[in-house]
């Protein structure tokens, strides 16, 4: 389809273990952002990606996590040493050019589950 | 940091009814926006709001930037009940360019037949 994507669907790990989420954007689509959606509540911004910009990574919550984005492409989101806070729905969204009249669209999101 | 407090957190109503939900907010905005979510899907963008007093609708949809930039609402006319879902308000703070979104924590609403 020529929607976002997101991989896996569903993870369960162990406390402490590293995890790795990925995301295709839609083809075309120099804007990519992550967010965290905690069961019940409203989508936390992680970090965003602008063309060749420094990304934005003032939503981050800790060190434990990083992103990265390869050209104007796919981007995975590490979470390093997980907790069992982090256990939430991480979506990713892309958009044309990053501007605010720019609509995002959004995946499917990946459920992280931390044992 | 920025939040924005949505209301009624859930909302149980007849098909036929309408309905109306708000946000709020203790700082500017200088967009507004109103999302759906599905279960085990991402938001959709509904409506899209960019000038202050500005009221757009979306077939059955309407939705009103507030005055003060701190408030938004967006009702539903004659609820069906394929209108069941997460409702999300988001916003754009003033003076950022792009899309750093705060988004309140959702209406549910539940539609019965």
């Known amino acids: 389809g020529a929607g976002v994507s997101q991989s896996p669907s569903n993870k369960v790990t162990e406390k402490g273990k590293d995890v790795e989420l990925r995301c295709d954007p839609i083809s075309g689509h120099t804007a990519l952002y992550w967010y965290r959606q905690r069961l019940g509540q409203g989508l936390e911004f992680l970090i965003y990606?602008?063309?060749?910009?420094?990304?934005?990574k003032s939503g981050l919550p800790s060190d434990r996590f990083s992103a990265e984005r390869t050209g104007e492409s796919v981007s995975t989101l590490t979470i390093q040493r997980t907790q069992q806070e982090d256990s939430a729905v991480y979506l990713c969204a892309s958009s044309l050019q990053g501007s605010r009249r720019d609509t995002q669209y959004f995946g499917p999101g990946t459920r992280l589950t931390v044992l | 940091g920025q939040q924005l407090n949505q209301s009624p957190q859930s909302m149980f109503i007849q098909e036929g009814e309408d309905v109306s939900m708000n946000c709020t907010s203790s700082s500017i905005f200088n967009t507004w926006l109103w999302y759906k979510q599905d279960p085990g899907e991402g938001p959709v963008l509904l409506i899209a709001?960019?000038?202050?007093?500005e009221l757009t609708s979306n077939g059955r949809l309407t939705a009103q930037f507030g005055i003060t930039r701190k408030d938004s609402f967006l009702n539903i006319s004659a609820s069906i009940p394929s209108d069941v879902g997460i409702y999300f308000c988001a916003g754009l703070a003033g003076g950022t360019s792009y899309g750093k979104l705060t988004f309140g924590q959702g209406t549910i609403l539940t539609v019965h037949p």
């Open positions: 709001l960019y000038k202050a007093g």
């Open positions: 990606f602008q063309g060749n910009s420094a990304p934005d």
